[in-house]
């Protein structure tokens, strides 16, 4: 069974930084590109950021870019994102999702983590 | 306001069909593929359809997309009760290089 899950969400204050892990289990980890998709309160979903199962290509959103980082570990099925400069636009629920074939068909997505950034 | 345009609400009655649209432009739509969501209140989405119109393992054949041009459709037949929910379309845009997301649709079952 596959299994996705969040953690390293929380209250931040802006300009903070959080790291968040997902740790997957029930598939063969590095085969597959994982990703990260927000979801503000009461608002739509938001693709944050890609990075590819072998190589490690990464993708980000623009409103993301050059403050967050998304890596991997596949020794420990885990995929990471450090979220850096943190601003009140970035509260929201993170969900971690593999990817099954093309962009955006992700087949299995975590429970989400809630990161709220205010002062 | 989302690049790829949803109708923010639709509506039918059980056992009625339903056509949730999702309109975009030749950067992402146009030349990539389609996926659809199911967002149920307080759940992580569920991916209903892949590549503009296969179904994931598990999913019922009550639910259909399709793509002509630059706009792509989810269809649900049968509707349920339990369809009730929000549903949002997805696929790349080349010319940004990045994922897209429709605003999304409220599925209201009368």
């Known amino acids: 069974e596959v299994q996705l899950l969040e953690s390293g969400g929380g209250l931040v204050q802006p300009g903070g930084s959080l790291r968040l892990s997902c740790a997957a289990s029930?598939?063969?980890?590095?085969?597959?590109?994982m990703n990260w998709v927000r979801q503000a309160p009461g608002k739509g979903l938001e693709w944050v950021s890609t990075?590819?199962?072998?190589?490690?290509?990464?993708y980000y959103a623009d409103s993301v870019k050059g403050r967050f980082t998304i890596s991997r570990d596949n020794s420990k099925n885990t995929v990471f994102l450090q979220m850096n400069s943190l601003r009140a636009e970035d509260s929201a629920v993170y969900y971690c999702?593999?990817?099954?074939?093309?962009?955006?068909?992700?087949?299995?997505w975590g429970q989400g983590t809630l990161v709220t950034v205010s002062s | 306001q989302s690049v790829l345009t949803q109708p923010p609400s639709v509506s039918a009655a059980p056992g009625q069909k339903v056509i949730i649209s999702c309109s975009g432009s030749?950067?992402?739509?146009?030349?990539?593929?389609v996926s659809w969501y199911q967002q149920l209140p307080g759940t992580a989405p569920k991916l209903l359809i892949y590549?503009?119109?296969k179904r994931p393992s598990g999913i019922p054949d009550r639910f259909s997309g399709s793509k002509s041009g630059t706009s792509a459709t989810l269809g649900i037949t049968g509707l349920q009760t339990g369809d009730e929910a929000d549903y949002y379309c997805?696929?790349?845009?080349?010319?940004?290089?990045?994922?897209?997301f429709g605003g999304g649709t409220k599925l209201t079952v009368l």
């Open positions: 029930g598939f063969t980890f590095s085969n597959y590109a």
């Open positions: 997805g696929t790349w845009d080349t010319s940004l290089s990045a994922v897209l």
């Open positions: 030749n950067s992402n739509i146009g030349n990539n593929y």
């Open positions: 990075i590819s199962g072998s190589d490690g290509r990464t």
């Open positions: 590549d503009n119109n």
């Open positions: 999702a593999k990817l099954l074939s093309t962009l955006p068909g992700y087949d299995y």
